[in-house]
T-cell receptor, first 114, second 115 residues
Framework: KNEVEQSPQNLTAQEGEFITINCSYS?????LHWLQQHPGGGIVSLFM???GKKKHGRLIATINIQEKHSSLHITASHPRDSAVYIC????????????????FGKGTKLTVNP | NAGVMQNPRHLVRRRGQEARLRCSPM?????VYWYRQLPEEGLKFMVY????????ESGMPKERFSAEFPKEGPSILRIQQVVRGDSAAYFC?????????????FGPGTRLLVL
């Protein structure tokens, strides 16, 4: 079982629909990231969360630390939102020399049709 | 302020050749991470470096792979004697310092194809 699980794997929506992508993780974390990978392959960091909720434009990210779960919401979806959305977690650094590595989910491929 | 730069963007090598992938972090960033994305798979951590130091190489294959981040110049991921299974997208990310609050900024990636 992967440490980070995303659902759904694939999602097709009509323009204007409200989108939710889910991420569950099984390890203790210090932070959770949502990333966007466009068809061209470039990766953009959307959010970094350690608690609560963050909003940027039409994107909203929430995290529930107790339930080890995060969601990414897109309101009023648009074809340009079509991309792969990736959840990644960072484990706490227990020592000064500890790792800063991210552990990634497999991604959710979102297609928004006009 | 230029973002993270990687070159080349595409690299074709024949089996047995060497591949050198370069990553220039964002200005002011001294922490570099390398990740690999195999076809149809998720991103996987390879190595985390600070200037002149390897901090965590737990994701690096034991043989043929090495990484460095010298005091001057870009970080280099080197793959010796490439095999077809090395074909993947290699992404570099950087951050200004360590710590859980730090966002990692990703480069555009290098797509390596081994013939």
């Amino acid at each position: 079982k992967n440490e980070v699980e995303q659902s759904p794997q694939n999602l097709t929506a009509q323009e204007g629909e409200f989108i939710t992508i889910n991420c569950s993780y099984s390890v203790g974390i210090s932070a959770l990231h949502w990333l966007q990978q466009h068809p061209g392959g470039g990766i953009v960091s959307l959010f970094m969360l350690s608690s609560g909720k963050k909003k940027h434009g039409r994107l909203i990210a929430t995290i529930n630390i107790q339930e080890k779960h995060s969601s990414l919401h897109i309101t009023a979806s648009h074809p340009r939102d079509s991309a792969v959305y990736i959840c990644a977690v960072k484990s706490p650094t227990s020592t000064q020399g500890g790792s800063e590595k991210l552990v990634f989910g497999k991604g959710t491929k979102l297609t928004v049709n006009p | 302020n230029a973002g993270v730069m990687q070159n080349p963007r595409h690299l074709v090598r024949r089996r047995g050749q060497e591949a050198r992938l370069r990553c220039s972090p964002m200005k002011g960033h001294s922490h570099v991470y390398w990740y690999r994305q195999l076809p149809e798979e998720g991103l996987k951590f390879m190595v985390y470096l600070q200037k002149e130091n390897i901090i965590d190489e737990s994701g690096m294959p034991k043989e043929r792979f090495s990484a460095e981040f010298p005091k001057e110049g870009p970080s280099i991921l080197r793959i010796q004697q490439v095999v077809r299974g090395d074909s993947a997208a290699y992404f570099c990310a950087s951050s200004p310092q360590r710590g859980w609050r730090e966002t990692q900024y990703f480069g555009p990636g290098t797509r390596l194809l081994v013939l």
